[in-house]
């Protein structure tokens, strides 16, 4: 069962690419060498925790989500040496590291995949999901519905279907073949005996199939899950394992158990609603999905963010919303891709400085444990025009220098942004150093500023009414520490707030304001507060 309070409650977590972060020998790819030497950077931004995304063997046909081998490290990153070195570093600063593990399926390159497919006979073969006609459970969604027509793909070698929930490239493991339970337990010992912190557990709905269902969220899956957690519980307490499902928060609620599933789970409807509410003015959504999500078991987390590696899903939305929310925040259709749009935050919020601001310090006043995206903490571009999701994975921008500093490299695995307004000559790490009023300086910030209030940390929420729909109120409350009253204009006008009972100080203001009691707090656009007394 999770302790009362561990060590993730408090945490702020960071999503590192290790591909697109610094490559140290040349090769156009970041490496594991080089993002020890930016982690000094990464302790600075104030987080506490680095989530290492996939950095196994595989051809990358999905970035890595695509495993080929589940020990080893992939060549163009380094060695399990340097991975080594990469947690000891890591952990001499103070950081902790989880992982990313795909447990649903792996690559078509995997060993098992192709001693399965060669030989129906291979004990490998019972590992996959196979059938002769592409008709059994088609009940279930097609998650890439932008390039997969169907969840089988016919495998000429093997001559029979395969299931793959994503990609036609990522074969899903066979979770009724006990063989496939004992091989990911060891693959998770394996690098729990390293001594990484944790798994983010990728895709964890999709483990098992059966006739009649969507293939989702299957107690069957949670069976399996509860064995992955009592592995943790048993032999590596302290370590924290994170789930990755796409799902409504009623339905996520099962994969905390009763406390004996998953410490954390991903908050996705959160996340479109941010937006949504500060396009529209109107704190609404925002209260309607926290009212919406149900209380958690002692000791559990949700996890929340504002952007990730993929696209800005919109599967938890109406159909209507998710329209709007494309026309909003996707008006060109290229920026649509499947169900979301990609594009990095900044461009998200036009380049508007107020708006980033706003929804940032909203997003660090809820409740959960805060996840920042590599290369948003210094307000970075995408390029809409790459493949797939690439446009939000390029590479870092540490200074005006040849590859924005990321490599030595002649070409580099994805280009480096070079129009501005988000050009790595202009916007970069070394320039945001030099500047107070820097997206890097307010990050940091906002971070520390978070982190010194226990009430904001992991305080209960209290709603605080306002009788505009743009002024969204709440607070945070704690035993340990004061309360603080998270005030935002999600508006582009200036509006009055609420009027407070006592002096309150902006803890968001640099410059130290004090609100006098008995009179409304004047908020301008797009604006936040943190108020104590
Ligand atoms: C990851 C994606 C990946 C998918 C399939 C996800 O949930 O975040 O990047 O494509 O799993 O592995």
Redesign the pocket.
Known sequence: MTEPKAWFHDAVFFELNIRAYRDSDGDGNGDFRGAITKLDHIKSLGVDCIWV?PMYPSPLR??G??IADYTGIHPDFGTLDDFKAFLDAAHARGLRVVI?V?M??CSIDHPWFQAARADRNSPYRDYFVWSDTPDKYSESRI??LDVEPSNWTYDEVAGQYFWH???SS?PDLNYDCPAVHDEMLRVLRFWLDLGIDGFRA??VPYLYEREGTNCENLPETHVFLKKVRRLLDEEYPGRVLIA?A?QWPEDLLPYFGDGDEFHVCFHFPIMPRLYMALKRGDKMPIIDILSRTPPIPPGTQWMTFLR???ELTLEMVTPEERQWMWEQYAPEPRMRLNLGIRRRLMPLLDNDRRRWLALNALFLSLPGTPILYYGDEIGMGDDIWLPD?HGCRTPMQWSADKNAGFSAAERTYLPVIDEPPYDYRTLNVAVQENDPDSILALTRFLLATRQAQPALRSGALEWVETDDAAVLAFQRTTEDGPPVLCLFNLSDSPRPGITPLTDVRDLLAREGRVYPAGQPIPLASFSAHWLVA
């Open positions: 995304q999905d970035d989500y695509d990313d795909v649903n399926h998650i890439f929930r994503f990609y990522q990728d895709a990755e796409n990730n590696h993929d999701r």
